[in-house]
């Protein structure tokens, strides 16, 4: 069995992530639709004190990314909108592994978190299929007025629609998805057998060790529940026949693809600094950071004001191959401003003058997306590197 040190094993997660981004080839809407392939799928938020968080998983892999290019996309049938572990968009290649989900919501063997109104459901597959795509608001309510919007019944029935494959969504309008059937907005030519339970596991285990490197069994089967126990004889299978490696990371057994870990050849770059999504790829599994990374972050917008530690939306910081600091801030598009409310440098961060000029570049990349021209900065801890940070910041401040 190989094994790796910590920092070895970190490389190989940010390789296989695409992160910190490097020049990609091709044009810039091809090289967003590389970076959807290579890391599977990209969660859609709708939280935006800064850019979405959709379109900020992609700049980071993607310096040319344009937030056109996810539309583009969807028109060109190249991505389609799903489940993931959230809301998310996901390359057409694995359409056919949404089947899955969407076979077992509409048998019922997995339960939707809304219930089931087959005559709602009728009535909006009539209207779509009548009248064509159609938006929740275009719906009266059919039914009790509520003051939660996602609980109208035709809200309802469109997403319970959507989530067992009976409706895509070919675009958003102003943020609001756009319903259509599913026969009218798939491209000819996407397989759409449902796999088999075999081949549904393997695209589970390979899939997540292509978008990160390596992994444990719990961590490929993340909040599916009908997956636990059927992974590991397929895991057990495939590293028999040397499809897979075990490899221990500080005494815990990983399995790896033969072909990721070819990418321990490859250089990372280590000066370059990246401000990363809450929602990034790389930080959804909150303990795999922990064990991996010795980073324990949590994303204090659902934590009450008066218990945040870091602020409403902090941001981790990555930096020489680990997360070193958080940084809360908001983007005042208006006045072109993007406030920097509090930066929080994590204990083990020794290098102090190189970070900050790591930081400060990526600061003049990170406004420019957030269509910025201006820094205020706030809150810093230690106090001391706020001076420092500052020296490298004159022109925006």
């Given at each position: 069995?190989?094994?790796?040190?910590?920092?070895?094993?970190?490389?190989?997660?940010?390789?296989?992530?695409?992160?910190?981004?490097?020049?990609?080839?091709?044009?810039?809407?091809?090289?967003?639709?590389?970076?959807?392939?290579?890391?599977?799928?990209?969660?859609?938020?709708?939280?935006?004190?800064?850019?979405?968080?959709?379109?900020?998983?992609?700049?980071?892999?993607?310096?040319?990314?344009?937030?056109?290019?996810?539309?583009?996309?969807?028109?060109?049938?190249?991505?389609?909108?799903?489940?993931?572990?959230?809301?998310?968009?996901?390359?057409?290649?694995?359409?056919?592994?949404?089947?899955?989900?969407?076979?077992?919501?509409?048998?019922?063997?997995?339960?939707?978190?809304?219930?089931?109104?087959?005559?709602?459901?009728?009535?909006?597959?009539?209207?779509?299929?009548?009248?064509?795509?159609?938006?929740?608001?275009?719906?009266?309510?059919?039914?009790?007025?509520?003051?939660?919007?996602?609980?109208?019944?035709?809200?309802?029935?469109?997403?319970?629609?959507?989530?067992?494959?009976?409706?895509?969504?070919?675009?958003?309008?102003?943020?609001?998805?756009?319903?259509?059937?599913?026969?009218?907005?798939?491209?000819?030519?996407?397989?759409?057998?449902?796999?088999?339970?075999?081949?549904?596991?393997?695209?589970?285990?390979?899939?997540?060790?292509?978008?990160?490197?390596?992994?444990?069994?719990?961590?490929?089967?993340?909040?599916?529940?009908?997956?636990?126990?059927?992974?590991?004889?397929?895991?057990?299978?495939?590293?028999?026949?040397?499809?897979?490696?075990?490899?221990?990371?500080?005494?815990?057994?990983?399995?790896?693809?033969?072909?990721?870990?070819?990418?321990?050849?490859?250089?990372?770059?280590?000066?370059?600094?990246?401000i990363l999504s809450?929602?990034?790829?790389?930080?959804?599994?909150?303990?795999?950071?922990?064990?991996?990374?010795?980073?324990?972050?949590?994303?204090?917008c659902y934590v009450?004001?008066?218990?945040?530690?870091?602020?409403?939306?902090?941001?981790?910081?990555?930096?020489?191959?680990?997360?070193?600091?958080?940084?809360d801030c908001k983007?005042?598009?208006?006045?072109?401003?993007?406030?920097?409310?509090?930066?929080?440098?994590?204990?083990?961060?020794?290098?102090?003058?190189?970070?900050?000029?790591?930081?400060?570049?990526?600061?003049?990349?990170?406004?420019?997306?957030?269509?910025?021209?201006?820094?205020?900065?706030?809150?810093?801890?230690?106090?001391?590197?706020?001076?420092?940070?500052?020296?490298?910041?004159?022109?925006?401040?």
């Amino acid at each position: 069995m190989e094994s790796l040190s910590p920092t070895q094993a970190r490389k190989l997660i940010l390789l296989s992530q695409g992160l910190p981004p490097s020049a990609a080839k091709g044009t810039a809407l091809q090289a967003s639709f590389a970076a959807i392939e290579r890391i599977g799928y990209v969660q859609i938020d709708t939280i935006s004190v800064i850019e979405r968080a959709h379109h900020h998983t992609l700049w980071n892999r993607n310096r040319r990314y344009q937030t056109k290019h996810l539309e583009q996309l969807l028109q060109s049938h190249d991505v389609f909108e799903y489940w993931s572990h959230a809301a998310a968009y996901l390359p057409m290649r694995d359409f056919r592994f949404s089947l899955v989900r969407k076979q077992a919501i509409k048998s019922g063997e997995q339960d939707h978190w809304y219930e089931r109104d087959l005559k709602m459901q009728q009535r909006v597959l009539d209207r779509i299929h009548d009248e064509g795509p159609l938006m929740a608001k275009d719906f009266d309510n059919g039914g009790e007025q509520t003051s939660d919007w996602n609980s109208k019944p035709a809200k309802r029935a469109l997403e319970y629609l959507f989530m067992q494959g009976d409706l895509m969504v070919p675009r958003r309008s102003a943020f609001h998805k756009v319903y259509d059937l599913t026969e009218r907005v798939l491209p000819a030519g996407v397989d759409t057998a449902l796999p088999s339970e075999d081949e549904y596991l393997r695209f589970l285990i390979t899939r997540f060790l292509q978008a990160n490197g390596l992994g444990l069994e719990r961590e490929m089967r993340y909040l599916l529940k009908s997956m636990q126990g059927k992974l590991a004889p397929i895991l057990d299978r495939l590293y028999d026949s040397g499809e897979l490696q075990l490899v221990a990371v500080a005494g815990q057994n990983y399995y790896a693809l033969n072909e990721q870990l070819a990418l321990l050849d490859k250089p990372l770059r280590r000066n370059t600094a990246a401000i990363l999504s809450p929602f990034d790829n790389l930080l959804i599994q909150r303990e795999r950071m922990r064990a991996l990374f010795d980073f324990d972050y949590q994303i204090e917008c659902y934590v009450p004001a008066a218990k945040r530690q870091h602020g409403y939306f902090c941001l981790p910081v990555l930096w020489d191959g680990r997360l070193v600091a958080r940084l809360d801030c908001k983007a005042q598009r208006k006045t072109g401003l993007l406030a920097i409310h509090q930066l929080s440098l994590e204990n083990n961060l020794k290098k102090l003058e190189p970070f900050a000029a790591a930081l400060s570049k990526e600061l003049h990349h990170f406004l420019a997306f957030n269509n910025c021209q201006r820094l205020a900065i706030d809150k810093v801890s230690p106090s001391a590197f706020k001076a420092l940070l500052k020296q490298h910041l004159v022109d925006l401040l």
